[in-house]
């Protein structure tokens, strides 16, 4: 039924008009109490044996909404009735600002894949933490995943994370520092561990400080050496951080400049979750993002070490009921192997 009217009506449109349609829309939803506990009820995934904790957080299931679709957090609980276990909203930066000229989001139907150079659009964090402060109808986790404004220089980017940090660590079930995206100059830069250091000490500090501890991880990018990936595990490890989430968009390949996304991008992200897991066993918190299409995905992620699995791309050709699709899928599954998400994760680690 989507794919007929993705294929039919939707491919017609610009990407972003749609884009821009289905938030509004769930927006909407969003405060519309009966309709919103209606779809949680149906969609969001029940089963126990598909709850998992991580970093003291419990998730009702492992698949979540990676960050860049709710970047305002307008509408994380209209996704969490929709079937997600949890909603990485973001990238939210310390001031507003309006992201990169238009067309910047591509669609590639043929490979099932997105090419976007966004450029953080959003209201800034003031404006995010007003949103998150509203009470929810319905239960939902929410990451919260921030990077750097663009004007700021990068001498200065320390100072603008943690003006972000401090207003929005206190309404975050976790904290991301988003280090990896394509589309603002210089910020893969700050991957780099003598940079990085100081950037994610000074972000942990904030976050420890909220009257919760508030969970901090680091999202990196696929087109990290391999050494590098290993140097970053090896930081997170050092400064206690919680977890690291693998990946953002690759840079490598042709066609619109921008960050890709979707099926050409699951194997780089299964190699780096892998080479993680080897690296840090479970001391740290894995999310597993990048080509996730279907259940025999996240399945593959759980049992080679992700905790958490997240998708963007894959619910953009998969349809609204995406999430709820794959949860009640991997219930079923589950129930054959008489088996639950907590123990299929790094099954088949090293
Ligand atoms: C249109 C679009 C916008 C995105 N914006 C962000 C962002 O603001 N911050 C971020 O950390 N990742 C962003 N991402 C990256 C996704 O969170 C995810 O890491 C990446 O798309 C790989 O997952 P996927 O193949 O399931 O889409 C964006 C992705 C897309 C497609």
Redesign the pocket.
Known sequence: MYRLLFTQVLRRFDAEAV?HATVRALALLSTLPLLKRLLHRFLAPSDPALRVTAFGVHFPGPLGL????D?DAACAEALSAFGFGHV?V??ITAHAQPGNPRPR?FRDLRQHA?V?R?G?NNAGAHAAARRLRRTRGVPVVVGV?I?KTKVVPESEAVADYVTSAKELAPLADYL?V?V??PNTPGLRNLQAVELLRPLLAAVKEVADSTPRRTPLLV?IAPDLADADVDAVADLALELGLDGI?A???TIRHAGESG?L??RP??ER?IEVLRRLRARVGDRLTLVS????EDVDDVWERLLAGATLV?????M?YGGPLWASRIHRQLSRRLRRHATTVPAMIGRTAR
């Open positions: 884009h990676a960050a860049g679709f970047k990485e973001g990238t989001l997105v976007n966004m953080f995943n990077g991301v988003n990896s995206s999202k989430i990946t953002n968009t960050g996304s979707g991008l699951k992200s993002v990048g080509g996730v997240q998708g963007y791309t894959g953009i």
